[in-house]
């Protein structure tokens, strides 16, 4: 960003007690190349500098280096000369000329509402939201390119006064229990707002700033960061969602010759919030006009790194532009108020206060770390680790002759930082120990709640309940889908993918402040492959960038054709028929293992949909029952494969005649499911006596 000051020109003192003759023209004053940047980016004529000189009027000012000058406006232009009037330094167009934004009048009940809310302010657990704005007001922010010629600065100032704050008063998406600070990036680098109440008479502050802010100096990052990091830092209660939000025009001043350095310190100090706040945090980033923006872009990809939802608008001048941004911003911000929000009470939900550490550090292993916390079985351990696996049929805790996975496991080691978040779980690194202290065996994951609330001290296992009985239903529900695949006609079943939910289980563990521990544990998938197919939200995925996209499948005689996408989607059409249309297994996310065969979709953290109301709570908060299978219906688009799966398949002769027949009310699928699922069952308790 670009300095709107000049340094080391010459001319007069400007001690003279008796002022220097004004200019007949501006042709009479030396144009300095400072000047000719000026007038060219903010599309400031020659004949407009004359008419300033000719016809405005004329006030003495100082520059920000202490230089005495002259200032000549006429019509929404200012020509700035030095003191003798021999050097033309810089011109720029008034504040908010040609147009104007109105202030909503403010009544007396406003304002006892915003005495009365600022009074409750001091209660930290009271507030819904904090959003935090850095503002750059550096001298570039004068340039007239922005849409319908305005100035960058007032570009700014009116989307965050009509679009930020005016809309979402409008829609009730802000009230008086979200609060608003703003940050100056440039200029003084100083707090213009701090910790005010949603409400319109901060909108008209934000006219105020429209009108009388003038942008000058540096653009330096740092500083703005870290005052941003102390606003967002005051509010400590974990009921309050967060919000960062950078509208620049370019490239840091900091460090100047040196933009690595600054790109990384400020996405040290990016980091350091980040990972305090995890999904708490939404960063979005405006990148207005052409600039390079590079640091921004890293910084929002830094905070994505630690959970944070992110948010880009690639360089833009036009109005409509930040208004959609702003927009997006908005839902963010309401889809983490949601989330923290108890559908049962209405009540706001409170976040653990947990450190992240970055998703690209998973991959490494350091056995001596003090990150880890091992509790053993071992004789010198008290830990007295157990497994545990949840039976949904007999609605009870089961345990198995195997503590741990690996035959020479002792105990496990669990991680100080998770790296992952869900909607209602976090996610930490587990590994194995031998004797020894070494990792080994498969990498895990352990899952626990996000939420103060679903502690139960006198129940560790209770908020893995719900998640371990969700889970072996889908895969009820999997088993029988796959065989559905794998029946149908002219299908080789040696490419066919299938669907598996990976098996899970609880360890319980005392912890060293002798309380009882309790982790859900399943296998490490690769981060790096990890998709989602749909949500729970109507979400359905349309891009083809998974390992073997490409890969389709037709029947014999051309009867049907689908590719691997198809059938994700196809698999949660299936559990709605298959189940009497009852339910809906979606939200399915994991990775495609191409490297099996035939190729697997491994599948995590499944939601389900229930359509009776009087029991949509049996599968938890991601379950929003008639809504949500509704909102899965109007994204998703019927396949080949959706028709196919819903018809019941009979393999006949050798001669491969098929026959079908429908599934009525979803029994065929009920009693299959139940007598595979018993013989699997069989296998597996003949599997463990044989290995032990």
């Known amino acids: 960003m670009e300095v709107d000051s000049i340094d080391g020109l010459g001319g007069g003192t400007g001690t003279d007690a008796t002022q220097p003759p004004i200019p007949s023209s501006a042709n009479d004053i030396l144009a300095t190349i400072h000047l000719k940047e000026r007038c060219f980016e903010r599309n400031i004529s020659s004949f407009q500098l004359d008419a300033a000189i000719k016809f405005g009027t004329r006030t003495e000012g100082e520059i920000r280096n202490g230089m005495r000058c002259w200032k000549f406006n006429y019509e929404g232009i200012t020509y700035v000369t030095n003191y003798d009037m021999n050097y033309g330094l810089t011109a720029y167009p008034d504040l908010c000329w040609g147009f104007d934004l109105e202030k909503v009048p403010i009544t007396q009940e406003m304002k006892d509402a915003h005495i009365e809310a600022t009074r409750l302010s001091d209660d930290l657990h009271s507030w819904d939201s904090h959003t935090v704005v850095v503002v750059d007001q550096s001298g570039s922010m004068r340039n007239t390119d922005a849409s319908k010629s305005i100035t960058r600065s007032d570009l700014v100032w009116l989307s965050l006064a009509v679009d930020c704050i005016g809309k979402r008063l409008r829609t009730g998406e802000a009230t008086s229990k979200d609060f608003f600070s703003l940050v100056e990036l440039g200029g003084d680098q100083k707090y213009l707002l701090r910790y005010q109440p949603m409400d319109w008479i901060l909108y008209n502050s934000i006219i105020d700033f429209l009108r009388s802010h003038q942008p000058c100096g540096e653009g330096n990052y740092l500083p703005a960061i870290d005052k941003a990091q102390s606003l967002l830092s005051y509010n400590r209660s974990g009921k309050c969602a967060l919000q960062l939000i950078f509208l620049s025009d370019g490239a840091p001043s900091d460090f100047k010759g040196n933009q690595d350095m600054c790109k990384y310190e400020a996405c040290n100090r990016i980091a350091a919030l980040a990972c305090r706040f995890g999904s708490r945090l939404t960063v979005g980033g405006f990148a207005v006009g052409k600039g390079q923006f590079s640091t921004l872009e890293e910084m929002v990809k830094t905070a994505e790194e630690y959970n944070c939802q992110g948010f880009l608008m690639k360089a833009s001048l036009r109005v409509e532009d930040l208004s959609s941004g702003f927009c997006q911003m908005s839902t963010l911000i309401t889809d983490t108020k949601t989330t923290m929000t108890d559908f049962k009470t209405n009540s706001r939900r409170t976040f653990r206060d947990l450190i992240r550490e970055p998703k690209s550090a998973i991959r490494v292993y350091i056995e001596d770390e003090a990150l880890w916390k091992v509790y053993t079985n071992l004789p010198s351990s008290s830990a007295n680790v157990v497994r545990t696996f949840f039976d949904k049929d007999k609605y009870r805790w089961t345990y198995r002759e195997r503590t741990f996975e690996s035959y020479s496991a002792v105990g496990i080691a669990v991680r100080d930082y998770i790296f992952g978040e869900g909607k209602e779980r976090a996610v930490r690194r587990v590994r194995e120990v031998n004797s020894r202290g070494q990792f080994i065996g498969t990498p895990l994951v352990g899952k626990e709640t996000l939420f103060q609330e679903d502690l139960d001290p006198q129940d560790v296992r209770a908020f893995h309940k719900n998640f371990c009985k969700l889970q072996q239903l889908a895969q009820k529900y999997a088993v029988y889908f796959n065989r559905k695949l794998r029946s149908l006609p002219g299908i080789d079943r040696s490419k066919m993918p299938t669907i598996q939910f990976l098996d899970c289980w609880v360890m319980l563990f005392d912890k060293d402040d002798n309380e009882r521990g309790a982790i859900l544990v399943e296998k490490m998938l690769d981060h790096e492959k990890y998709m989602k197919w749909n949500t729970n939200g109507g979400y359905v995925r349309t891009e083809t960038t998974c390992p073997g996209a490409a890969m389709s499948f037709s029947g014999q005689n051309g009867d049907y054709h689908f590719s691997l996408e198809d059938i994700p989607q196809a698999f949660s059409h299936f559990t709605y028929n298959a189940s009497g249309r009852r339910f809906l297994v979606c939200d399915l996310q ?51 494969l959706c028709r196919m799966v819903c018809r019941q398949w009979i393999n006949g002769a050798e001669d491969d005649v098929i026959q079908y027949e429908s599934i009525r009310g979803g029994q065929v699928v009920e009693e299959a499911v139940e007598k595979e699922t018993l013989e699997e069952e069989k296998k597996s308790v003949k599997r463990v006596k044989f290995a032990l």
Do not use: W
Not at 592 to 614: C, G, N, R, W
């Open 590 to 640: 994991g990775v495609l293992d191409m490297k099996k065969s035939p190729p697997v979709f491994e599948l995590t953290d499944p939601a389900i949909h229930y359509s009776e109301q009087t029991r949509r709570t049996d599968f938890g908060r991601t379950d929003k029952g008639e809504n949500g299978i509704e909102q899965f219906f109007k994204t998703h688009t019927c396949s080949d």
